[in-house]
């Protein structure tokens, strides 16, 4: 584009037959600033793939779109991000990953995958960090839904993933077996904000029984604890004891299983169990005075550690440090930031960094919140590596499932 850019972007804004102006938006006027944005017709339509071989325009979009990484971040993970080179991280057969990505339901989804697929085909790369939050390490594959993942390779292999079955819950787990056993060294050395967390967990007094404590680890491990919870949540005793109208329940129910699965609850238990999945997290991770139905449901199951969970996610803020100064309305969300800082220090600082060190960087590895991903061939060497690394820092591993790209399968069976 030149100097005479508005005439480029009046022909934007021409009002084209049949289409339609490309662009949508407000010319400069007083306190507002220039915006403009793709009119719907262009917006919602299917994306495709197209190759610019302009060399005058070609190295001008390079410079606009150069790879964005805090030097902070790059210090602390360079073992993480020294995978994301466009020689090495790439996309198999995008002309058909686009027309998954246009089959999408959902608009947003279609425009988020689009775009950082075509990132990684242009080695424009993205990591971000947030300490103060999450602690994870966030991506141009963490942004990836798992239908645009499973095209990723690494020089010419396909990706696979070793995912902790109920991650959370996991944590949760060993968090309170610490609390329990007086032993909180791990969480007091591990983490940005140890004298807020172990503050917190002074200020529990909660009584976690010990045998139901023990049951709830089982469940989380075995890998039954979604459905002890989906088993129970249409149990009609439940509320009515309580004295709640069953028709009440039902109906708020409905309402929230249409939302995520776009039709009805027909008696399918699968979808039963993966609704129930996530109302427990929602349950977990919001205020203590909502989600009272499932709270109903776990407390049955679980009463006195639904009773720890409300009051960690209740603790007044720690007064001598304001660096994790939380508004009192959100003071809830502790209980989240604690677990993905827990995931992100136990995944990424403790087991992926001694993995890249004990491979001598020669295999990669790549984070994905409560997975690590690598190349096909090294993925069952991976979850053992893993599996022993959780026994050694807290004498028990979680559930451990592998995910291997459906075309690294396809093609390994036509070889």
Aim: aromatic share 14%; charged share 25%; proline share 3%.
């Amino acid at each position: 584009m030149n100097r005479n850019y508005n005439l480029h972007i009046d022909f934007l804004l021409e009002n084209f037959p049949c289409d339609g102006s490309v662009l949508k938006g407000n010319r400069y006027s007083v306190d507002k600033p220039f915006g403009y944005r793709f009119s719907n017709y262009y917006n919602t339509n299917e994306f495709e793939i197209y190759t610019i071989t302009d060399k005058v325009l070609v190295p001008k979009i390079q410079k606009m779109f150069s790879t964005k990484i805090n030097e902070n971040l790059r210090l602390q993970y360079y073992f993480l991000l020294k995978h994301f080179k466009k020689d090495k991280l790439t996309v198999s057969q995008p002309s058909i990953l686009m027309n998954e990505i246009n089959a999408l339901p959902s608009n947003k989804k279609r425009i988020r995958n689009a775009k950082n697929i075509i990132k990684i085909m242009n080695g424009e790369y993205s990591c971000t960090l947030k300490p103060d939050t999450d602690g994870r390490v966030h991506s141009n594959i963490t942004r990836l839904s798992k239908i645009s993942r499973k095209y990723l390779q690494h020089n010419g292999e396909y990706l696979a993933e070793v995912d902790i079955s109920s991650a959370v819950p996991f944590i949760l787990f060993l968090t309170m077996k610490m609390y329990l056993d007086n032993n909180n060294s791990y969480l007091a050395s591990n983490f940005q904000y140890s004298n807020t967390i172990t503050y917190m967990l002074d200020e529990v007094t909660g009584d976690i029984d010990k045998s139901e404590l023990r049951n709830f680890g089982n469940a989380v491990i075995s890998g039954s604890l979604y459905e002890q919870f989906s088993d129970l949540i249409l149990n009609e005793k439940l509320y009515t004891d309580k004295g709640y109208k069953f028709e009440k329940v039902v109906s708020y129910y409905n309402y929230s299983f249409k939302k995520q699965f776009g039709y009805n609850f027909d008696g399918d238990m699968s979808d039963l169990k993966k609704y129930a999945k996530k109302r427990m997290l929602s349950m977990i991770f919001a205020k203590s005075n909502s989600y009272t139905f499932e709270q109903i449901v776990f407390n049955e199951l679980y009463p006195s550690l639904l009773k720890f969970i409300n009051e960690f996610k209740n603790v007044e803020q720690y007064i001598d440090d304001e660096s994790t100064k939380i508004a009192p309305k959100d003071k809830h969300k502790k209980l989240a930031y604690f677990c993905f800082q827990f995931e992100a220090k136990m995944m990424i600082d403790k087991i992926a960094r001694e993995f890249d060190k004990l491979n001598k960087g020669k295999i990669p590895v790549y984070s994905l919140h409560d997975c690590l991903i690598t190349t096909s061939g090294n993925v069952e060497l991976l979850k053992d590596f893993m599996q022993n690394k959780f026994i050694e820092m807290f004498g028990t591993a979680p559930n451990l499932t592998i995910e291997k790209s459906p075309l690294s399968i396809v093609h390994s069976i036509a070889s």
